[in-house]
């Protein structure tokens, strides 16, 4: 009699980590621009450049650009100072070897600016940075016995979320992107953001066809000296390759950038009428199946003595994703009563604050506008926005984020009035534990017992132990004790209960 087991292997998640990182510099204004006056906004974008894994630690290297908007003294037209650095960022992770599979992706939080000069500012960045580490990783799990007459059994079901793989993929986006016909020719970019999602994504044998979105925003200089902000959409698919990759898989997208220019092109008569796109993505891929394996967690013998020994079996997996509307609504009253929204930005949080006994959650968010004062000034204004959700189940803790949430910023008697839309994805980690049976030592045969010439014997529950535990003790198949006493098979009978215990003959 041995017991029988059955090899899982799939990709343990061994680190995922979400940490902030912040910087300080001190930028300078080229030659070329004037002075400096009064900060109207600061923006940014961190770029993911490389990666090294050594024994227990994990270091990224990325970069920056701040861009800064300010005004002079002599006009109202808004200039540009754009300060790139770079940095690492060393964290300790147990368990991670040079040979992990590691996705990664970073954004900024904030980025704020404060003059120190008329040709210098203090520049404070804080980014996020989310590191992903896998492992190949297989559990012996025992699933039954050879040979087991006389032995009774009990199975647990053990549900998990498995990683089956995880790749990234480096690639270059290009897109031409035409401006307008009403905002004439451009004279420079002033900030422009990136936002990249997928749409669909189509699994083939060993690989997969990744279908997404880019949504380019940019605030553009024309030539005449004005501020304008222009939207552009644009699709595209990516290819990778993935050892594994199957139908039937659950597949998790991610992007992150490492690069991004976006510059004013000449057309044949010499006027910019379109915008170069160049961006360097990192395409972050996970595949994960929904597994279900049958374990055998105890057992005890009929006829001979059986002593098993326990373990605690854990499987590590990645959790159900959820989706789910968010909304949010906001007044601003600036100092400067509004006439015209110039720009905005939103930067949502990291970190969720979940109320499960009350079924919702709220997802704190940074507004950023831009807008023209009454008296023709330029000005910005911030708010904090709480995104609220419901949940639809109680989850103690999990991943939370919003992709891109729509803002609508409406003037109204001077003021602005706010409304977010968003679709927040919550993802738990998921690590699924149960006690199986290790091995076991077979005994003698039970000597008699004095019931042998019974068939049946009554016995008083005492409303504490459970049928299994009742069938263990006279050493009786708890399917026929179920069966007898029309109770389920690991059931508590109530106390007082007078119970038919089919004996051995």
């Known amino acids: 009699m041995e017991l029988q087991n059955q090899l899982v292997r799939y990709e343990r998640q061994v680190a995922r980590q979400t940490v902030q990182h912040e910087e300080v510099t001190e930028g300078v204004l080229s030659d070329l621009l004037p002075d400096l006056a009064r900060i109207v906004d600061t923006s940014g974008t961190v770029f993911l450049r490389d990666w090294e894994v050594t024994q227990d630690e994990l270091l990224l290297k990325c970069a920056a650009k701040v861009t800064v908007l300010y005004l002079t003294e002599e006009d109202s037209r808004l200039y540009c100072m754009e300060m790139p650095l770079s940095f690492t960022h060393r964290m300790e992770v147990r368990g991670v070897t040079p040979g992990c599979e590691v996705l990664c992706s970073v954004r900024l939080l904030s980025a704020d600016a404060r003059i120190l000069g008329p040709r210098r500012a203090a520049i404070r960045l804080q980014a996020v940075l989310s590191p992903r580490v896998y492992v190949p990783a297989e559990e012996s799990c025992p699933v039954g016995v050879t040979d087991g007459e006389g032995v009774c059994l009990r199975y647990t079901a053990l549900p998990y979320r498995a990683v089956m793989g995880a790749a990234y993929k480096n690639f270059t986006l290009v897109e031409d992107v035409d401006i307008p016909e009403d905002f004439g020719a451009l004279q420079s970019v002033l900030r422009a953001e990136l936002r990249l999602r997928e749409t669909d994504v189509k699994l083939l044998p060993g690989r997969a066809v990744v279908k997404a979105e880019a949504e380019l925003i940019a605030l553009c200089e024309t ?114 009563a509004a006439v015209r929204i110039l720009d905005w930005q939103v930067q949502v949080d990291t ?41 639809t189940q109680a989850i103690p803790s999990a991943a939370v984020w919003a992709d891109a949430p729509e803002l609508s910023a409406v003037i109204s008697g001077g003021g602005i009035d706010l409304r977010l839309e968003a679709t927040v994805s919550l993802k738990t980690g998921e690590e699924t534990a149960v006690t199986v049976v290790e091995s076991m030592e077979p005994g003698e045969a ?60």
């Open 351 to 391: 970190e969720a604050e979940l109320l499960p006994e009350e079924g919702q959650g709220s997802l704190g968010t940074m507004v950023c506008l831009l807008y023209e004062g009454e008296d023709g000034g330029i000005y910005s204004a911030s708010r904090r926005v709480p995104l609220r959700f419901a949940l």
């Open 223 to 336: 030539v005449e000296g004005g501020s304008r902000r222009m939207q552009h959409r644009f699709g595209f698919s990516q290819m990778i390759d993935l050892a594994g990759a199957e139908e039937g898989l659950f597949p998790a997208v991610e992007f992150t950038l490492r690069s991004l220019e976006l510059d004013p092109a000449l057309d044949l008569s010499g006027d910019s009428r379109y915008l170069s796109l160049s961006a360097g993505v990192i395409l972050n891929l996970e595949l994960s199946r929904q597994e279900e394996i049958r374990v055998l967690s105890d057992l005890y013998g009929t006829r001979q003595e059986i002593r098993p020994s326990y373990r605690e079996l854990r499987l590590y997996g990645s959790g159900e994703m959820q989706s789910c509307p968010a909304s949010a609504r906001e007044r601003i009253e600036p100092a400067v």
């Open 446 to 505: 039970y000597a008699p017992d004095g019931y042998t010439g019974l068939s049946v014997l009554l016995r008083r529950a005492d409303g504490a132990e459970s049928l299994w535990q009742i069938a263990r003790e006279y050493h009786v198949d708890a399917d026929a004790l179920s069966q007898a006493n029309h109770l389920e098979r690991d059931s508590i009978p109530e106390s007082g209960a007078l119970l038919l215990i089919p004996m051995r003959k």
